[in-house]
């Protein structure tokens, strides 16, 4: 059996790690990956293989930057050439970037098994391009493999056979135990944050980088002011994604000198980091997601999520992007300390082991 599995932007490769390392163990087995390149930056793409040891991608299509439609035509264009080249039995796609919803469509107008990881989250809000890439992914995927149940229920609703839906549980816990386990076994002075991290004391630590909030200067003006008045009673850790410090240029966004920005962090140490904050602030995803795993107390810089059982079992609260919901969320998350969280079902650090004994009936780890 030969599978792709594509990975584009940073939160794919965390995603396909754990898959690609249960893989090895099975036999007959051959399993490629294709980086698209959507992130082209080296600390957000080449950095992330190196961190999370993956090898060397087998296919680099360097599709670069541009416009939603631009990046998805040249992916779709360098990726149909790989797939008329090794002519897969599966293409694998994951979450819900550019790179998911172009790889998807090439592999199912060449009559391409296509399975979906992650697949059935919904935020419900057409307006974000992440929720037109997971409607469109889903709608052609063969096989979907899912996080929680509210995922299922979503593709249930939206005609999805019962058999083609698996709950697998969440390959980002996968990963994120992988590492946390191995860094619980490692010195971490090796880390250059070290010593920051020891002098920030009971600090936070922030993440930013959805156009929703960075593109638009009212709101982005709006999330700073609420971030600085944080920072006058914490030390805000934040690892600046490149379209953010763009966008902080762009707009004149002024930030505290209590908010220390960072370069883009590899995975391991951005987790030595997130780990012990007091609070993360975030409007990444996948940090709903791995706080809830472990506990740590989170803030969602967002309006909805399409992870909600972050919220309803786990230490996430959605804090919107008013300033005073964002201050106040916060206030509280601290006054809430420690939150008892609840792991949601199959967030083992199996979940990889799981696709593939679909995949590959009788495998056995």
């Known amino acids: 059996m030969k599978v792709l599995m594509v990975a584009g932007a940073r939160p794919n490769f965390m995603k396909i790690a754990p898959i690609y390392r249960a893989a090895q163990a099975i036999a007959d087995l051959d399993c490629r990956v294709v980086h698209t390149g959507q992130h082209y930056d080296h600390a957000m793409s080449q950095a992330f293989f190196e961190d999370l040891d993956l090898p060397q991608p087998d296919y680099a299509l360097a599709a670069g930057s541009g416009s939603h439609a631009v990046q998805t035509a040249k992916i779709m264009v360098a990726f149909e050439q790989v797939c008329m080249t090794e002519h897969p039995d599966l293409v ?18 060449l009559q391409i098994q296509v399975a979906h990881v992650e697949a059935g989250l919904r935020s419900f809000d057409i307006a974000m391009p ?20 509210s995922a299922a229920a979503n593709l249930m609703k939206e005609g999805k056979a019962a058999e083609r839906i698996h709950l697998v549980g969440n390959v980002m816990v996968d990963n994120l135990y992988h590492h946390a386990r191995s860094l619980a076994e490692e010195p971490h002075l090796s880390f250059p944050t070290a010593g920051l991290k020891k002098a920030a004391g009971d600090y936070v630590f922030l993440t930013l ?9 009212d709101i982005f003006a709006t999330v700073a002011e609420a971030l600085n008045t944080i920072a006058e009673e914490r030390v805000i850790l934040f690892p600046v994604h490149p379209r953010t410090r763009k966008m902080l240029q762009q707009h004149g966004i002024g930030l505290s000198a209590r908010i220390k920005r960072l370069p883009p962090l590899g995975f391991r140490e951005a987790l030595f980091l997130w780990q012990d904050a ?21 803030v969602t810089l967002r309006e909805n999520t399409e992870r909600p059982i972050t919220v309803s079992m786990g230490t996430n609260v959605l804090a919107g992007t008013s300033r005073q919901g964002i201050i106040d969320c916060y206030r509280q998350a601290i006054a809430d300390r420690p939150r008892p969280a609840r792991v949601p079902p199959y967030w083992d650090g199996l979940s990889a082991q799981r696709i593939w004994q679909v995949l590959r009936p009788g495998n056995q780890e």
């Open 130 to 149: 992440e929720e037109v890439n997971r409607l469109v992914t889903d709608v052609i995927s063969d096989l979907f493999f899912v996080t929680e149940a």
């Open 209 to 217: 980088h959805r156009p929703a909030n960075v593109d638009q200067p």
């Open 278 to 298: 007091a609070v993360v602030l975030t409007d990444s995803g996948g940090l709903q997601e791995e706080t809830t795993a472990l506990g740590v107390p989170c």
């Open 92 to 109: 694998m796609v994951v979450g819900d970037v550019n790179s998911t919803l172009a790889c998807s469509i090439v592999a199912k107008k």
